[in-house]
């Protein structure tokens, strides 16, 4: 019983119940709402098998305990026809009411979503941040992913490297980026907000930072964002940011990109907008302290990231940290 309490104490601690952002059970989408559907059909199943398997054991123990001057073997009973149909037959039963819900949805989110109220976005992951590309807008963003409210997101997923999984809890299930192939999934916010996103497949030392957000934006509120990712403020706005904008030009446009600038390296993170991302690096929050802590040293951060440690003063982070702040 001490056992029993300890793994059931471990289990809600892994699975990090104790984040409300991050709860399948507060779902905010349509698909969401779905699955949970079909989580707690399994949830009262299971509830349900456990309560009567458990009321016929303790029946069992209680009713043919050995009883004072019983010393011979009880009767030995072999096969029972009746008993045995009846504990195959519950089962099918109970997995055909579980499997007719689980492959109805399953089929309904697989369907690619068409019609005026759809958008595509292909999601592009890598050890160990996210990037967001809106082919029918030609945007390309990376950590955030911004959707506009009540519009279905057809999801297409593709990995560069390793396999990685795509979660968001409050806006669907986890689906896998595997090498060779690209899987899909829709999705859908009904309300605006942030919705915390996790890497949900191990993928190296800093899976378990691989850390992304959805924004739903208001439509409004999306269709200026779309309009400042194509026309993007990228003059440095401070002699600071002058100066970080040449030491950017030295040192991380081999593998960044901005739009609107030179800047077209595909290693790493697309910057544009940079300083409207809530986080940096998907973990750290998107001020000059944490810019700077991130740039100084990555890999203290996010273990195993490909982003080196730059031979930099204090005075050069400071500089290309302002550079980045001023990207808006
Ligand atoms: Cu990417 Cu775990």
Redesign the pocket.
């Given at each position: 019983i001490g056992l029993l309490f300890v793994m059931v104490g471990l289990l809600f601690g892994l699975t990090g119940c104790g984040r409300t952002d991050m709860s399948v059970f507060d779902p905010a989408g349509p698909v969401a709402k779905m699955e949970l559907s079909v989580i707690m059909t399994s949830v009262y199943i299971m509830t349900g098998v456990f309560i009567v398997a458990m009321a016929i054991l303790v029946y069992v123990l209680i009713r043919f305990r050995r009883r004072k001057g019983q010393d011979l073997p009880p009767k030995q009973v072999e096969g029972n026809n009746w008993m045995e149909l009846t504990w195959t037959i519950i089962p099918l039963i109970l997995m055909g009411i579980l499997a007719v819900p689980t492959v109805s949805t399953a089929f309904a989110l697989d369907q690619k979503q068409t019609g005026p109220n759809t958008m595509n976005v292909t999601v592009k992951?890598s050890?160990?941040w996210w990037q967001f590309e809106y082919p029918d807008l030609g945007i390309v963003t990376a950590q955030a992913l911004h959707i506009p409210v009540g519009t279905k997101v057809n999801l297409k997923l593709e990995t560069t490297d390793?396999?990685?999984?795509f979660w968001v809890p409050r806006l669907a299930g986890k689906t896998d980026l595997i090498p060779g192939r690209v899987n899909t999934m829709w999705f859908e916010a009904s309300q605006p907000g942030e919705y915390q996103g996790k890497?949900?497949?191990?993928?190296?030392p800093s899976?378990?930072v691989?850390d992304f957000v959805v924004i739903a934006d208001t439509p409004q509120q999306f269709q200026a964002w779309v309009q400042k990712m194509k026309n993007p403020q990228v003059q440095p706005t401070s002699a600071q940011a002058a100066e970080g904008e040449k030491l950017f030009a030295q040192n991380c446009a081999t593998c960044h990109a901005i739009a609107g600038t030179n800047f077209k390296g595909v290693l790493g993170p697309d910057l544009t907008g940079f300083a409207d991302r809530p986080k940096v690096a998907g973990v750290l929050d998107n001020n000059p302290t944490d810019v700077e802590k991130w740039i100084s040293d990555p890999a203290a951060i996010k273990p195993g990231t490909k982003m080196p440690k730059l031979p930099l003063n204090q005075q050069q982070i400071s500089a290309l940290s302002a550079f980045l702040e001023g990207l808006k």
């Open positions: 992951a050890q160990f390793v396999m990685h999984s890497c949900a497949e191990y993928c190296g899976h378990g691989m």
